[in-house]
């Protein structure tokens, strides 16, 4: 149904493909934008298109930035030598949540999931290696969630680092068998992190 | 574990039911059609998070309606009281939740309420294809053991997705890097799952035989062997997986798919000497099957301290009077059971005298009041 406004329905299927957002949220959403001042929402849609136009990957960890390099790897304060691999940008932000580790990231963008098509010339490797290789790494912490493709992921990236002697662990245990990081606490990820293990 | 009762709604022919149940024998009888075993598959949707009979959930939905509920109320040996619900919408999945929390992954649901059921299909659980052998074994190691339960569930992934790059080998001839890195996986998974069959079998076996042993005094004794598909040695080592994963490797790469690993293995299973399979009589297998279902639960009951829920189809019209008392006299008062039987005519005697024993009758989805076959002390429920 769309009580002849096709324009109003065509937004709410756009909310709805947001994740975590059903029918319902999605038209409290829109009723909500049609509440809004009109720069307000001229705001809203400047911020949208600006965010897609200038927010691109730092050309080093393949974190989210608005220049070439991120806030990260432009902070001179973060040790050097160390790389904590996450999956996504999401996990590097629930980990710098915890403002226990000051070491560097890098994203890989996904995990290897042959079900998914995603082998590992579909991750941001090539440049995993080459950082280990240039940038003097001592240790490569491997944060993929505790899944089957994270674990898999892990190991292929420790088999590949082999050859450059660097130190390869992964956060020990302390996450719940199965789960993914978003639902974890921050205590739980620190002491898991504290407590990484050799692969 | 005790259930304690069920609330039913638009669940198969069941439109509406509220039943509470007897803590030792809870006899269901009713013609056929009538929904006997549809009661059955209600409570035991609550050790599966899905239905014993059907993967499609929609099955279980009541023509005509768009929605089921059920609701069991339970008590542990514990003596924690708890609640599950199940719901299901036309389209949707099921949605469990535990003392009105919703749980995640229906995985959380397996082995809160421990179950053994025995249905008309399992007599092939001695004779027929291994595959079912390998869920007995399964099935009963995931209720006692959530790391199991985890490990088999990441192997069946694994699996999954090595084939994937299998079939990808078949099709292009071009094999990715990552193959190595899927095989670890599988191998050190694999070498888990055989690991935790085995200890379950050892467990299982045991019992049976004694159980046998008990109802056929003098026959020759019942030996259940794990068979494991890749090493010879019998031990299923993450080593004996890797070296047989080498050696079906061009084989695999042709066809596109695993060609070894526990998914293949069996339990061997003799009277004496004899292999029961190719010869023993229907009767001998019907029999080993029951023992092995009710070691199962016996095998529950040792590793969790909580006691299993028996659930028996219709196992009783199957045998003829003298297998039917001896079967019964293997059932137990310590266990909470659910009989179905067309009468209460071939049920061994101790279902319907034991005390506390309920009598339910069902015609078209409705249930009788249940009727206390014998007044007494009764078990406590
Ligand atoms: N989704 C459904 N909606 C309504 N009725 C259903 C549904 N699925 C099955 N039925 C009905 O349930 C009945 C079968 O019930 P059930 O399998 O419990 O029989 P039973 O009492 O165990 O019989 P038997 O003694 O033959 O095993 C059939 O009449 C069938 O049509
Ligand atoms: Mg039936
Ligand atoms: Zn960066």
Not at chain 2, 95 to 104: D, L, M, P, W
Not at chain 2, 191 to 207: F, N, Q
């Amino acid at each position: 149904m769309d009580y002849g406004l096709p324009l109003l329905r065509a937004l709410i299927e756009h909310f709805r493909k947001l994740p975590g957002i059903g029918e319902k949220t999605a038209k409290r959403l829109s009723f909500a934008i049609l509440d809004m001042k009109t720069e307000e929402v001229n705001d809203f849609a400047e911020t949208l298109l600006q965010v897609k136009k200038r927010i691109g990957f730092c050309r080093r960890c393949g974190n989210l930035a608005e220049s070439e390099f991120c806030q990260i790897c432009n902070d001179k304060s973060r040790t050097e030598g160390i790389l904590c691999v996450v999956e996504r940008t999401a996990d590097l932000y629930i980990l710098e949540s915890t403002h226990q580790y000051r070491g560097c990231y890098h994203v890989l963008h996904g995990v290897l999931s042959p079900l998914d098509g995603v082998g590992a010339e579909d991750l941001n490797l090539v440049e995993l290696e080459k950082r280990v290789r240039e940038e003097n790494i001592r240790e490569v912490i491997v944060a993929t969630n505790p899944s089957v493709e994270g674990d898999t992921t892990a190991l292929y990236i420790s088999r590949m680092l082999e050859k450059y002697g660097v130190k390869v662990t992964r956060p020990a245990r302390g996450l719940p068998l199965g789960s993914s990081l978003e639902f974890v606490d921050s205590g739980t990820i620190t002491r898991a992190l504290e407590n990484r293990e050799s692969i | 574990m005790i259930v304690r009762a069920i609330e039913i709604r638009n669940f198969r022919n069941i439109s509406r039911a509220a039943l509470s149940f007897s803590g030792t024998f809870n006899l269901i009888t009713g013609r056929n059609a009538q929904g006997k075993t549809n009661l059955l598959e209600a409570i035991h949707l609550f050790s599966l998070g899905r239905s014993f009979r059907t993967r499609r959930s929609e099955e279980i939905l009541m023509f005509g309606e768009d929605y089921m509920f059920a609701r069991l109320s339970c008590k542990s040996d514990s003596s924690v009281d708890f609640r599950l619900e199940m719901s299901l919408e036309r389209e949707g999945n099921i949605k469990a939740s535990i003392n009105g929390k919703r749980i995640s992954g229906m995985s959380e649901i397996i082995g809160v309420i421990p179950t053994v059921i025995f249905t008309p299909g399992d007599v092939m659980l001695a004779s027929g294809p291994p595959g079912g052998r390998r869920t007995y074994l399964d099935y009963t190691a995931a209720q006692v053991s959530p790391a199991f339960l985890s490990d088999l569930k990441s192997y069946r992934k694994i699996l999954k997705q090595r084939n994937v790059l299998l079939k990808g080998y078949a099709d292009t001839g071009r094999m990715s890097g990552e193959i190595d890195a899927w095989d670890e996986q599988l191998v050190e998974k694999g070498a888990k799952i055989v690991s935790g069959r085995k200890d379950m079998l050892g467990e299982t076996s045991l019992v049976a035989a004694d159980m046998l042993e008990e109802i056929l005094p003098g026959s020759e004794p019942l030996r259940m062997v794990y068979e494991c598909s890749f090493d010879p040695e019998g031990n299923g080592t993450a080593d004996a997986f890797r070296k047989a994963l080498h050696a079906v490797r061009p084989g695999e790469r042709r066809r596109g798919h695993t060609m070894a690993g526990p998914h293949y293995d069996d339990v061997a299973i003799y009277l004496g000497k004899t292999g029961l399979r190719r010869y023993g009589s229907q009767g001998r297998k019907r029999l080993v099957a029951i023992v092995m279902k009710l070691a199962q639960a016996a095998a529950i009951m040792k590793r969790r301290a909580e006691r299993p829920v028996v659930l028996l189809d219709d196992i009783f019209s199957e045998l003829d009077a003298e297998a039917s008392t001896r079967v019964g006299s293997l059932l137990s008062d310590k266990y909470q059971n659910f009989i179905t039987s067309p009468g209460t005519e071939v049920l061994p005697r101790v279902t319907t005298e034991t005390s506390g024993a309920v009598l339910y009758s069902v015609a078209s989805g409705v249930f009788s009041s249940g009727k206390e076959l014998r007044c007494g002390v009764g078990v406590e429920t």
